[in-house]
């Protein structure tokens, strides 16, 4: 499916993903309002996968027969694609891993190893947002237990946004890397990139992006977030799950250590020590995901057929069309930002005093598939008083169609407990 408008055919696009039209067991046809947890994937990607495993399936790099040149040749195509896709200014930047987990604990960990000036200590001060992800909480908590260096953090403000009122106390000489998120998952809030990274670079501070509500959903350019490291995932972005990105700028990849051992990563081994290979192979350690990056590849190109200007474009018309609307339902409370100015498609709230559980074990009942609980962002929830939230999110094949029907839902949620 290709669109050089900025106004999509979501209904052509529609066509490419199969579950779409599906029926559930209960005869309701099916709303997917759960993008921001993981997306459909469309028939291209699905034939990608297909076709790697029935005519090219073999292990990658070190073989000289047909399919292990064609694997490789797949494999290493999809890493350029990525290059492309968040205009990297070399393919050898784009590490492969298995989720954007993974590649934020290989940063923590390559700055808990590393040497001067890059190494985490005692001395050390690490910045990140009370809105993380708990993938981008834990694997710094990890790092300050072992290392001893101080975590602090930006706090909330009442609508969801960062709050950088304390930016010159937050971020300080001591500073040694700053991690935060760039779009939300729970509260769906575009940060403000470039005051925090300014500050950083003022002190000689690296920076972590983790973009992985933001790659499925708008262009993504490393060089013009100016960034040391930016972390992704592949399932959000119609990929299979399993596949990761980390892009990291490559003096840094060429000067951190390696963050796991094995085959495929070195350079030279015997029973003394070993060398190892030059990134980014140092930081792919034994086989590596390759059907998911073939996928991945597929995804990408798919997504490029379509234009990430108009993904956006038409996100930001049904986001702003869901705000409006979830606005009409009594007692239910928008956790994040109320407009849709600033913000992603991904919209958290509460109704009443119904749980969130409740909330979605009822719209399932309609067909409607939503996220409930914390989004493994727990210190949100604390942060407003809050056991839990029920999120909607939207992707490139959401309508306002689905809309009316989550809107629909939510009012026979409200009848449903009186």
């Known amino acids: ?64 027969h047909t399919l292990a040149e064609e694997a490789t040749a797949l494999y290493e195509g ?20 298995k989720n954007a987990s ?49 975590l602090k953090w930006f706090g909330l403000t009442d609508d969801g946004r960062l709050d950088l009122s304390n930016i010159d106390e937050i971020i300080t000489e001591k ?112 086989t590596p995901p390759i059907a998911q990056a073939v996928g991945l590849g597929a995804a990408i190109e798919y997504l490029n057929g379509i234009g990430m200007d108009a993904i956006a474009a038409h996100e930001h018309t049904i986001t702003e069309y869901a705000v409006n609307r979830l606005q009409e339902v009594p007692d239910l409370r928008i956790i994040g930002p109320a407009t849709a100015e600033g913000r992603s498609g991904a919209i958290s709230f509460t109704l009443g005093d119904i749980h969130p559980h409740d909330v979605g074990q009822v719209l399932d009942e309609q067909g409607i598939a939503v996220r409930v609980g914390h989004h493994c962002a727990r210190p949100v929830c604390l942060r407003y008083g809050i056991p839990a939230t029920t999120r909607a999110s939207f992707y490139l094949y959401s309508t306002e169609a689905e809309v009316d029907a989550l809107i629909d839902g939510l009012h026979h949620v409200r009848a449903f407990f009186g």
């Open 1 to 64: 499916m290709i669109s050089t408008s900025r106004t999509l055919d979501v209904d052509a696009i529609r066509k490419d993903f199969p579950v779409l039209g599906r029926i559930l067991p209960n005869g309701k046809p099916l709303v997917y309002l759960d993008n921001a947890a993981t997306s459909q994937k469309p028939r291209q990607v699905l034939d990608a996968l297909t076709d790697y495993y029935e005519l090219h399936n073999s292990n990658v790099h070190r073989g000289v």
């Open 78 to 97: 999809a890493r350029d694609a990525v290059a492309s896709f968040i205009n990297a200014p070399s393919r050898d930047e784009v590490v492969f891993t």
């Open 102 to 150: 993974e590649s934020l604990n290989l940063v923590a960990n390559m700055l808990g190893w590393a040497d001067e000036p890059y190494k985490v200590d005692a001395d050390s001060e690490i910045v990140i947002t009370e809105m993380e992800h708990h993938s981008n909480i834990v694997p710094w908590q990890l790092l300050a237990q072992r290392t001893g260096a101080k």
């Open 175 to 286: 500073t040694k890397v700053v991690s935060f998120v760039l779009v939300s998952n729970i509260l769906g809030t575009v940060n403000p990139v470039e005051e925090i990274v300014r500050r950083a670079q003022a002190v000689g501070a690296l920076v972590v992006i983790d973009a992985s509500q933001a790659a499925p959903h708008m262009p993504l350019d490393v060089q013009a977030l100016e960034a040391d490291f930016v972390a992704f995932t592949g399932h959000k972005m119609l990929a299979p799950t399993g596949i990761g990105v980390l892009w990291g700028r490559q003096e840094l990849l060429e000067d951190l250590p390696p963050f796991l051992g094995g085959g495929e990563m070195i350079e030279t081994v015997s029973m003394q020590s070993s060398t190892y290979a030059p990134a980014p192979h140092k930081f792919e350690a034994g």
